[in-house]
């Protein structure tokens, strides 16, 4: 272990080992409770900032819930954290906006892939580079929510940085903005996938994002009550997919 | 529906999954590995073959070399009813660790391509279908065949990133060789865009002679051909299982 790993992370405020090998990371640290509240032990290890960090065991399985606010800027470090204290597999668990006809409010949506419309990235490594999903975190995600019974898609979706301006409460014509991506099959969009997929895959670490779909953007009402029971759901598809995970030896 | 204008296909000529090598020549060799074949129609650099292998109807169209080629081939086969694009191909490696020679199964690709910049933002992501990618895989461990997953540096210019390059092609490449990137080709990056956009399934095999480390340390030719051989068989008993995933009733 080199010397950079002995302290405590400058954001995520863990150690190696207080983190299991699958971590969850939600945008919305209130999603740590609902984590927490699924497993059979959870203990919170560390909270500083929009970092809120819960580790424990599901039928004798650790996995761990970290959550990263909102945006690629926050989730780029929390990526790099969680991966500097031995972290070998980080799902993000999150909402989005649907733009695709056919996914119903509640359904899950399993990313493949993430355009990289944002700039947390190309920090590290040219716009070239794609933001992809590990494949057998994908497999798992799938399992899961067969297991469970969930109904999921499985597609690419969009990341970027403007919440105001692809959103049903944007700015301007935010339907002319969003064509160009429905026209190239994107599912969804959302704030923080593509700064992990690449985060992970240029360390050999593996990702996946499972997310909620919430009412279409282009719905005149966007009713989004009642998405607690599908979030909770999404929490343990997570959960479920992390013990999948380790039975294929992958944690 | 006319024929396409480069392809020279109606639909009805390809079977649902269509292999797709660049070189014309080696569209034969792969057409040799289908239980029958015959030639539908041949083209400049376009070459189709279609045939059968364990009772499902197979092509194999090859494309040339390059991103613009292959594309107007995948635009012209989407149009005449193939679903799965399997690219069959060669590469030269980044990662000292694969073995020489070595099959590689591409998850993704790096654009580094002009091709796929004209038709979709450069963020869009260049990712192989989950169902190809587990496909390729179960059928490797079948055949006994090892096999490696990862990604593909996909570039236009052979002769500023290949080992025959008077550049210094390992300063060029560095950025991708550090991300852990496995292999420089051509074509991925086209493949797997255009299959996501155009919903079709996309994937590509590659085999590879040697690494850009190691100019002088290739595989024979005797190998390759065993190595494309085995891409072949692979991709073979991929369109089987995807051919069972979509039509189950044919197998009940």
Redesign the interface.
């Given at each position: 272990m080199d010397g950079e790993t002995l302290h405590r992370q400058h954001h995520i405020d863990c150690l190696p080992g207080e983190v299991a090998p699958t971590a969850l990371i939600p945008g919305d640290p209130g999603r740590v409770q609902v984590f927490a509240d699924l497993m059979d032990e959870a203990w919170k290890v560390a909270h500083k900032r929009e970092y809120l960090t819960y580790t424990g065991k599901k039928d004798g399985v650790p996995v761990s819930c970290t959550s990263c606010g909102i945006g690629p800027s926050p989730t780029a470090i929390g990526v790099e954290e969680l991966i500097r204290v031995g972290t070998k597999n980080i799902i993000r668990i999150g909402t989005c906006g649907v733009i695709q006809p056919d996914i119903k409010p509640g359904d899950m949506i399993i990313a493949t892939a993430a355009v990289r419309g944002e700039r947390a990235t190309e920090e590290f490594i040219s716009v070239d580079y794609p933001a992809n999903a590990d494949y057998r975190v994908v497999r798992a995600l799938i399992d899961a929510c067969e297991k469970l019974n969930l109904p999921y898609h499985l597609g690419i979706i969009r990341t970027h940085d403007a919440f105001y301006l692809e959103s049903p409460w944007a700015h301007g014509d935010y339907k002319a903005r969003l064509q160009k991506w429905i026209d190239l099959n994107v599912l969804a969009v959302e704030n923080e996938s593509s700064a992990l997929f690449v985060v992970s895959s240029m360390q050999g670490v593996r990702a996946g994002t499972i997310l909620v779909a919430g009412a279409n953007i282009f719905e005149e009402k966007q009713d989004n009550t009642d998405m607690e029971p599908h979030i909770r759901n999404m929490v343990l598809a997570g959960i479920t997919a992390a013990q999948l995970l380790q039975e294929r030896g992958l944690a | 529906m006319e024929k396409q204008h480069h392809i020279q296909l109606v639909p009805g000529d390809v079977g649902e999954t269509v292999f797709l090598p660049g070189d014309v020549f080696r569209a034969k060799v792969i057409a040799e590995h289908f239980d029958t074949y015959e030639l539908v129609a041949h083209s400049r650099q376009y070459i189709t073959y279609t045939g059968t292998y364990q009772g499902v109807k197979v092509s194999v169209t090859s494309t040339g070399i390059g991103g613009a080629a292959a594309a107007i081939a995948i635009e012209e086969l989407v149009k005449v009813g193939a679903k799965n694009l399997i690219r069959i191909g060669t590469g030269g490696m980044f990662q000292t660790w694969l073995p020489i020679p070595a099959l590689l199964v591409i998850?993704?690709?790096?654009?580094?391509d002009g091709l796929t910049r004209e038709y979709?933002?450069?963020?869009?992501?260049?990712?192989?279908?989950?169902y190809v990618?587990?496909s390729m895989l179960k059928s490797a461990e079948k055949l006994g065949v090892e096999v490696h997953?990862g990604?593909e540096w996909s570039h236009d210019s052979f002769y500023a990133g290949s080992v025959f390059s008077k550049l210094d092609i390992l300063e060029i490449e560095k950025?991708?060789i550090d991300?852990?990137?496995l292999i420089a080709s051509q074509e991925a990056s086209t493949v797997l865009t255009l299959s996501?956009?155009r919903?079709v399934r996309g994937g590509v095999i590659l085999a590879s002679a040697g690494h850009h480390q190691n100019p002088h340390n290739q595989a024979s030719a005797e190998q390759m051909v065993k190595a494309i051989s085995d891409a072949t068989r692979i991709s073979l008993e991929t369109a089987v299982l995807l051919d069972k995933m979509d039509h189950p009733e044919k197998y009940k």
């Amino acid at each position: 272990m080199d010397g950079e790993t002995l302290h405590r992370q400058h954001h995520i405020d863990c150690l190696p080992g207080e983190v299991a090998p699958t971590a969850l990371i939600p945008g919305d640290p209130g999603r740590v409770q609902v984590f927490a509240d699924l497993m059979d032990e959870a203990w919170k290890v560390a909270h500083k900032r929009e970092y809120l960090t819960y580790t424990g065991k599901k039928d004798g399985v650790p996995v761990s819930c970290t959550s990263c606010g909102i945006g690629p800027s926050p989730t780029a470090i929390g990526v790099e954290e969680l991966i500097r204290v031995g972290t070998k597999n980080i799902i993000r668990i999150g909402t989005c906006g649907v733009i695709q006809p056919d996914i119903k409010p509640g359904d899950m949506i399993i990313a493949t892939a993430a355009v990289r419309g944002e700039r947390a990235t190309e920090e590290f490594i040219s716009v070239d580079y794609p933001a992809n999903a590990d494949y057998r975190v994908v497999r798992a995600l799938i399992d899961a929510c067969e297991k469970l019974n969930l109904p999921y898609h499985l597609g690419i979706i969009r990341t970027h940085d403007a919440f105001y301006l692809e959103s049903p409460w944007a700015h301007g014509d935010y339907k002319a903005r969003l064509q160009k991506w429905i026209d190239l099959n994107v599912l969804a969009v959302e704030n923080e996938s593509s700064a992990l997929f690449v985060v992970s895959s240029m360390q050999g670490v593996r990702a996946g994002t499972i997310l909620v779909a919430g009412a279409n953007i282009f719905e005149e009402k966007q009713d989004n009550t009642d998405m607690e029971p599908h979030i909770r759901n999404m929490v343990l598809a997570g959960i479920t997919a992390a013990q999948l995970l380790q039975e294929r030896g992958l944690a | 529906m006319e024929k396409q204008h480069h392809i020279q296909l109606v639909p009805g000529d390809v079977g649902e999954t269509v292999f797709l090598p660049g070189d014309v020549f080696r569209a034969k060799v792969i057409a040799e590995h289908f239980d029958t074949y015959e030639l539908v129609a041949h083209s400049r650099q376009y070459i189709t073959y279609t045939g059968t292998y364990q009772g499902v109807k197979v092509s194999v169209t090859s494309t040339g070399i390059g991103g613009a080629a292959a594309a107007i081939a995948i635009e012209e086969l989407v149009k005449v009813g193939a679903k799965n694009l399997i690219r069959i191909g060669t590469g030269g490696m980044f990662q000292t660790w694969l073995p020489i020679p070595a099959l590689l199964v591409i998850t993704g690709a790096v654009r580094g391509d002009g091709l796929t910049r004209e038709y979709f933002p450069p963020e869009y992501p260049a990712v192989a279908d989950l169902y190809v990618v587990e496909s390729m895989l179960k059928s490797a461990e079948k055949l006994g065949v090892e096999v490696h997953t990862g990604y593909e540096w996909s570039h236009d210019s052979f002769y500023a990133g290949s080992v025959f390059s008077k550049l210094d092609i390992l300063e060029i490449e560095k950025p991708w060789i550090d991300a852990g990137v496995l292999i420089a080709s051509q074509e991925a990056s086209t493949v797997l865009t255009l299959s996501t956009a155009r919903k079709v399934r996309g994937g590509v095999i590659l085999a590879s002679a040697g690494h850009h480390q190691n100019p002088h340390n290739q595989a024979s030719a005797e190998q390759m051909v065993k190595a494309i051989s085995d891409a072949t068989r692979i991709s073979l008993e991929t369109a089987v299982l995807l051919d069972k995933m979509d039509h189950p009733e044919k197998y009940k």
